[in-house]
Each structure stands twice: as structure tokens, then as C-alpha cells.
């Protein structure tokens, strides 16, 4: 099944430890991003790559890393997490970054930053 | 000016009624135009794409286009309670800055 797989799917973690979200797709797709979803400001772009060790930085990049070894995946850091990134974090997949691609998006990880 | 803006709702119609769905765009370069849906917890999954002017229709689902006014709309007949979710408004601008810019989304409650 095609799909875009994300884990942990909840953490609670605390302030300053570090912690990695994994993100997997099994479609060949070139392009990954992360987003990050809260109340009031919809969906907003962290980090996102067009293709394996390139990346670039979204609207919300501070706080966070991302790298690209493999096409398929793409893990989400968070080096030393603070409250202020308590959120739902999204990843997603498509084929290529054009007018007509789709997004696929990852079932959501919900983190909380005590 | 938001870049996509959408009334945050909720928007509230009775079961087997159309329900609308706006949603306005500021970049006049933008090419494609997408609705998601996402129910409460969920992820976004893509129900329809437009590109063009006009109407495109799949099943209960008509998406609207009208770049010169910048409005995109979803029109969603015969509308039931399992369509009660939030619909998000993408659009996508291509070039050397290619971007897919979510708006807020929209709470469509179907009432029985």
C-alpha cells in the first residue's frame, strides 16, 4: 500500500531533550516536507527537500533540523525542544514539486513539550 | 493580507442542503488551486484540484475557479454528516520560488 508513515505518532517529552520524528514514504517520491498545525494558523512549512541531501528551509525553520540520506526517508530534529513547539507535525510526500502534484500526507504526530 | 484566506466557520447546513465553501488568494501567479479535507485528528487528504477557470466536477464535489477575482470555491451537494470535517485551501505557485500555501480551513458541521 502506498503511504507516507510517521512515528511516534504521540510524544510527551520535556524541555531540552532531544528528540527525532521519523518520516518514511514507499512511493518513490522526490519531494518531502514537514509541516507543523496549530489552532488559528493552519498548516505551516518547517522543512522540506526536493531530492536526497537537498534541503531548504520552510516558513517555520527555527528550533528544527531536518536531514535527507535516503529518498524514502526523511526524520524531523528537534535539538533541544521548548514548549512553544507543542503542535501536530505532519509530513508529507509527492512525486515531484509541480502545479499538478499531489500531496500525500503522513497520518500526524502529535508532540508535547512539558 | 493572509496569502490564502478562508472564513474559519464553523458553517452550519442541514443534511441533503449544498453547502459553500470560499476561499480567496492573493499571489495572481498562482497555477493550481487544491481542497483537502481533514476530520478531527486526522491528516489533510486531497478531494479535489482545479487549474483552470471554471467549474470541475467529481461526484458530489464541484470545485469553482475565477482567477480574476482570485476565488476559488467548493460546492458540496446533497452534503451528509460524514462531511462534517475542516476543508483546507491550497494553492500552489510555480517558478524559481515554487510554493503550496495552505489557508486556515473551514468547519463544515452537516446537521441532521
Known amino acids: 500500500e502506498a503511504q507516507v508513515t510517521q512515528n511516534p505518532r504521540y510524544l510527551i517529552t520535556v524541555t531540552g531533550k532531544k528528540l527525532t520524528v521519523t518520516c518514511s514514504q514507499n512511493?518513490?517520491?522526490?519531494?518531502m516536507s514537514w509541516y507543523r498545525q496549530d489552532p488559528g494558523l493552519g498548516l505551516r512549512q518547517i522543512y522540506y527537500?526536493?531530492?536526497?541531501?537537498?534541503?531548504d528551509k520552510g516558513d517555520v525553520p527555527e528550533g528544527y533540523k531536518v536531514s535527507r540520506k535516503e529518498k524514502r526517508n526523511f526524520p524531523l530534529i528537534l535539538e533541544s525542544p521548548s514548549p512553544n513547539q507543542t503542535s501536530l507535525y505532519f509530513c508529507?510526500?509527492?512525486?515531484?514539486?509541480?502545479?499538478?502534484?499531489?500531496?500525500?500526507f503522513g497520518p500526524g504526530t502529535r508532540l508535547t513539550v512539558l | 493580507q493572509k496569502e490564502v484566506e478562508q472564513n474559519s466557520g464553523p458553517l452550519s447546513v442541514p443534511e441533503g442542503a449544498i453547502a459553500s465553501l470560499n476561499c480567496t488568494y492573493s499571489?495572481?501567479?498562482?497555477?493550481?488551486f487544491f481542497w483537502y479535507r481533514q476530520y478531527s485528528g486526522k491528516s489533510p487528504e486531497l478531494i479535489m484540484s482545479?487549474?483552470?477557470?471554471g467549474d470541475k466536477e467529481d461526484g458530489r464535489f464541484t470545485a469553482q475557479l475565477n482567477k480574476a477575482s482570485q476565488y476559488v470555491s467548493l460546492l458540496i451537494r446533497d452534503s451528509q454528516p460524514s462531511d462534517s470535517a475542516t476543508y483546507l485551501c491550497?494553492?500552489?505557485?510555480?517558478?524559481?520560488?515554487?510554493?503550496?500555501?495552505f489557508g486556515t480551513g473551514t468547519r463544515l458541521q452537516v446537521t441532521l
Open positions: 527537500s526536493m531530492n536526497v541531501e537537498v534541503t
Open positions: 491550497a494553492v500552489f505557485r510555480a517558478g524559481t520560488a515554487s510554493k503550496l500555501t
Open positions: 482545479i487549474y483552470s477557470n
Open positions: 499571489d495572481r501567479g498562482s497555477q493550481s
Open positions: 508529507a510526500s509527492s512525486l515531484l514539486y509541480r502545479a499538478t502534484d499531489t500531496q500525500y
Open positions: 512511493m518513490n517520491h522526490e519531494y
